[in-house]
């Protein structure tokens, strides 16, 4: 009686640490699959903003503004990406679009009305390629 008691609670209890073991591997893959979405669809943002430059660029004669509310717009959303993950090759193609925004920038004040923005471009294909799962 006091073995098949034992054996009872013997599985009792690995019962339990199975089930704590499998929530906390579901809720850390589940962590994990929702950061990538937060990516994922962050990136389908910024690929529409890289849309919107492009356009800006294009009509830079009619409305200059455009291209800095394009920029600020990508900032904004590079910002979301970046709080949201810790992955290494997110943070590069992060901060190397970044960096290509910093440029147009830079070269928009400097007078120039129709920047290259290829750099962003590739930067941002760069970033949709590392987030996707």
């Given at each position: 009686m006091a073995a098949s008691r034992h054996r009872r609670r013997r599985t009792a209890i690995a019962t339990a640490l199975a089930a704590v073991a499998l929530t906390t591997a579901l809720a850390t893959g589940c962590d994990a699959v929702d950061k990538a979405l937060d990516c994922v669809q962050t990136a389908?943002?910024?690929?529409?903003?890289?849309t919107r430059l492009q356009q800006a660029v294009e009509n830079a004669s009619n409305d200059p503004t455009q291209i800095d509310q394009s920029l600020q717009t990508i900032d904004t959303d590079?910002?979301?990406?970046?709080?949201?993950?810790?992955d290494t090759d997110v943070n590069k193609a992060v901060d190397d679009l970044?960096?290509?925004?910093?440029?147009?920038?830079?070269?928009v004040r400097n007078g120039d009305r129709t920047p290259d923005?290829?750099?962003?471009?590739?930067?941002?294909?760069?970033?949709?390629?590392?987030c996707t799962p």
């Amino acid at each position: 009686m006091a073995a098949s008691r034992h054996r009872r609670r013997r599985t009792a209890i690995a019962t339990a640490l199975a089930a704590v073991a499998l929530t906390t591997a579901l809720a850390t893959g589940c962590d994990a699959v929702d950061k990538a979405l937060d990516c994922v669809q962050t990136a389908d943002t910024i690929a529409d903003g890289v849309t919107r430059l492009q356009q800006a660029v294009e009509n830079a004669s009619n409305d200059p503004t455009q291209i800095d509310q394009s920029l600020q717009t990508i900032d904004t959303d590079l910002d979301r990406i970046g709080d949201r993950t810790d992955d290494t090759d997110v943070n590069k193609a992060v901060d190397d679009l970044q960096k290509a925004v910093d440029n147009v920038r830079t070269a928009v004040r400097n007078g120039d009305r129709t920047p290259d923005i290829s750099p962003v471009t590739d930067a941002a294909g760069e970033l949709t390629k590392v987030c996707t799962p």
